[in-house]
């Protein structure tokens, strides 16, 4: 399948997110339950996506922040950690019956959703939502106009990804942060299907609609959005197998680099 050229250029996390390089911005923290994946196996944000992950939140300083893909809760627990005192985290994933063999990988053997946090110090500021995957608007309406980021990290598949994404446009503010995870550029990759792997597609689908102004995180799988971010974003635009291999052609394990 041929894949279509990207539209989103790649920029420098210091640059998207200056704030946490100033002198009182605080300390990332980082989630000690990620330690639990070994070298050879893929945990769902890499160590410098962690960190970034981490720096965005602490250059926004949301109150009022979404998550997409719970799963076991290591994400959450980071935004968590990171986020103001007195910030809301509200996490969304399938109700059980619902789930798939993906979410049962996600899980590594455990069902229980949000396992990492449900006895962290950030427990009481979490809030778990487990809909089904058609659930409505209205299911989050409580919350529209109150995001202040969001970040999307559930079905990577075309329609979900889209679904969760729409979902979050709806409930942020003017000036809401949003990202997603996973965004592979990689050929063989995009050509197994569009429905299967559909992040990366989706998302340029999106930047042609000038609605948001996308950045993919220069060293992560991750895009960072806004409407409006305010000035402008030194970046370079690369096309799917620009980068040399081997992690311009597959997602390269920690075990491998």
Same mark, same amino acid.
């Given at each position: 399948?041929?894949?279509?050229?990207?539209?989103?250029?790649?920029?420098?996390?210091?640059?998207?997110?200056?704030?946490?390089?100033?002198?009182?911005?605080?300390?990332?923290?980082?989630?000690?339950?990620?330690?639990?994946?070994?070298?050879?196996?893929?945990?769902?944000?890499?160590?410098?996506?962690?960190?970034?992950?981490?720096?965005?939140?602490?250059?926004?300083?949301?109150?009022?922040?979404?998550?997409?893909?719970?799963?076991?809760?290591?994400?959450?627990?980071?935004?968590?950690?990171?986020?103001?005192?007195?910030?809301?985290?509200?996490?969304?994933?399938?109700?059980? /019956?619902? @789930? =798939?063999? !993906?979410?049962?990988?996600?899980?590594?053997?455990?069902?229980?959703?949000? &396992?990492? +946090? #449900?006895? $962290?110090?950030?427990?009481?500021?979490?809030?778990?939502?487990?809909?089904?995957?058609?659930?409505?608007?209205?299911?989050?309406?409580?919350?529209?106009?109150?995001?202040?980021?969001?970040?999307?990290?559930?079905?990577?598949?075309?329609?979900?990804?889209?679904?969760?994404?729409?979902?979050?446009?709806?409930?942020?503010?003017?000036?809401?942060?949003?990202?997603?995870?996973?965004?592979?550029?990689?050929?063989?990759?995009?050509?197994?299907?569009? /429905?299967? @792997? =559909?992040? !990366?597609?989706?998302?340029?689908?999106?930047?042609?609609?000038?609605?948001? &102004?996308? +950045? #993919?995180? $220069?060293?992560?799988?991750?895009?960072?959005?806004?409407?409006?971010?305010?000035?402008?974003?030194?970046?370079?635009?690369?096309?799917?197998?620009?980068?040399?291999?081997?992690?311009?052609?597959?997602?390269?394990?920690?075990?491998?680099?």
């Amino acid at each position: 399948m041929e894949h279509d050229g990207n539209r989103i250029p790649t920029a420098e996390l210091r640059d998207l997110f200056p704030g946490c390089n100033l002198p009182g911005a605080g300390l990332t923290v980082a989630v000690s339950s990620l330690m639990s994946f070994p070298s050879n196996e893929l945990p769902m944000l890499f160590s410098y996506e962690q960190l970034a992950l981490a720096a965005a939140v602490l250059d926004c300083r949301p109150e009022c922040l979404i998550e997409f893909g719970t799963g076991q809760g290591t994400g959450t627990l980071l935004l968590a950690a990171n986020a103001p005192k007195g910030a809301e985290i509200h996490t969304v994933d399938l109700r059980e /019956e619902c @789930r =798939g063999n !993906y979410t049962s990988t996600i899980l590594r053997g455990d069902s229980d959703i949000g &396992s990492a +946090f #449900h006895a $962290s110090l950030w427990k009481n500021s979490i809030r778990q939502l487990l809909v089904r995957p058609d659930e409505p608007i209205s299911s989050f309406a409580h919350l529209k106009n109150r995001i202040d980021f969001a970040f999307i990290d559930g079905d990577h598949a075309y329609h979900g990804v889209r679904s969760d994404t729409l979902i979050a446009l709806e409930l942020g503010k003017a000036d809401a942060t949003f990202l997603w995870h996973d965004f592979y550029d990689f050929p063989d990759y995009l050509g197994e299907s569009r /429905e299967k @792997r =559909g992040v !990366y597609p989706w998302l340029n689908e999106l930047a042609a609609t000038g609605q948001l &102004s996308l +950045f #993919h995180i $220069s060293g992560t799988y991750l895009v960072a959005g806004r409407r409006n971010w305010g000035r402008p974003i030194p970046s370079r635009l690369r096309q799917p197998g620009d980068r040399p291999g081997p992690f311009g052609a597959r997602i390269v394990r920690q075990g491998e680099a």
